[in-house]
């Protein structure tokens, strides 16, 4: 049974992914790893830095590391305000895994890829796995550069390294940050407390979305899959549903007449509006036999549900 590291695990994505891998992996071969001194879990935890190429080394070694999961990145709207430190991590945390799976030190990855990855010159809906991509932030810049070094990686050096084109994650647990998309996971927290929700984006703007289980089953049937079964070596498209902001409002409000949300754009709209409404994952489904269980009725339900919402 492999040994498996998660980068970045306190996370979103982390959070759930290793509450998921915990079921069928072994309590000690099971590693979480973050910047942070402690995890907030009771797995067993490294603290390391994703930028030290020697730390991850040591640490894999260590431990006997085959697989990892490198989820650790500063996502979109975040990325705009620090685009230096956002090229940094996500493309130099990323040459570690390479470069370390070019070694054969590690077998297997795991890397996020985003919707971010698209533009303007992109179509715009059903947007296909392969398309004009010209992102228009320092963050999908990154994760198309990203997506390209994995391909490249894949085919000179014989790595094994496997990527999901994520949209917007909708999670109960642990809340995104930083993202064009949090608003999604930010309106259910402000109607938890009872306050209205002032929109970052505006109300019909329209994105492809998924929830969080159906992310994290993603990912585990990704990497279930034979590698000869993958056409794609870059980074797969995936899709759970598309809504937009008012769609969440009206819901909520049929369960609170009283809740309102004003909707006051800022720069994160036009990130939004440079991205796809919505997503053709054909590949997924055909490569992988990818298929969402959440559609957007199913994935409000499960939020009320999750985050005790009376
Ligand atoms: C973001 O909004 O930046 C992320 C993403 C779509 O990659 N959630």
């Known amino acids: ?22 079921k069928t992996i072994d309590f000690d071969k099971l590693f979480l790893s973050d910047i942070k001194d402690k995890s907030k879990t009771d797995f067993k935890y490294l603290k390391v830095d994703a930028l030290s190429y020697d730390d991850l080394k040591k640490n894999i070694l260590d431990n006997d590391i085959s697989e990892v999961y490198h989820l650790a990145a500063i996502l979109s709207a975040k990325g705009e305000k620090v685009p230096k430190k956002t090229w940094n991590l996500n493309m130099n945390s ?14 297997k990855v795991f890397w996020p890829s985003s919707i971010a990855v698209f533009g303007d010159s992109s179509s715009k809906n059903e947007t296909p796995q ?20 994995c391909k490249y990686y894949n085919e000179a050096y014989d790595t094994d390294v496997r990527s ?39 109300e019909d703007t329209t994105l492809p979305m998924i929830y969080i289980d159906d992310a ?4 585990i049937k990704l990497m279930k899959t034979s ?11 995936i899709s759970g549903f598309s809504m937009s902001p008012k769609m969440i409002a009206d819901e909520l409000k049929n369960l609170n007449k009283e ?21 053709m994952d054909n590949y997924a489904r055909e490569d992988w036999d990818w298929k969402e269980n959440f559609d ?5 339900n499960e939020m009320i549900h999750k985050l005790n919402i009376k």
């Open 1 to 22: 049974m492999s040994r498996v590291l998660i980068v970045g695990s306190e996370g979103q994505i982390g959070s759930q992914l290793s509450v998921e891998l915990s």
């Open 94 to 107: 990323l040459f570690n895994i390479l470069n370390l799976a070019k070694e054969k030190i590690i077998k």
């Open 130 to 149: 392969f398309t004009d991509k010209e992102p228009i932030t320092v963050y999908g810049i990154s994760k198309l550069a990203g997506e390209n070094w």
């Open 164 to 202: 999901l084109r994520f949209p917007g994650v909708i999670s109960y647990d642990t809340p995104p940050g930083g993202g064009t998309t949090d608003y999604a996971v930010d309106i259910f927290h402000s109607f938890k407390s009872g306050k209205n929700y002032n929109c970052f984006l505006n």
């Open 216 to 219: 994290i089953n993603a990912i």
């Open 227 to 237: 590698k000869d079964n993958l056409r794609i070596k870059s980074s797969y498209n």
């Open 259 to 279: 809740f309102d949300v004003e909707y006051n754009s800022d720069f994160r709209q036009a990130i939004a509006d440079s991205w796809p409404n919505s997503i």
């Open 296 to 300: 957007f009725k199913k994935t409000v």
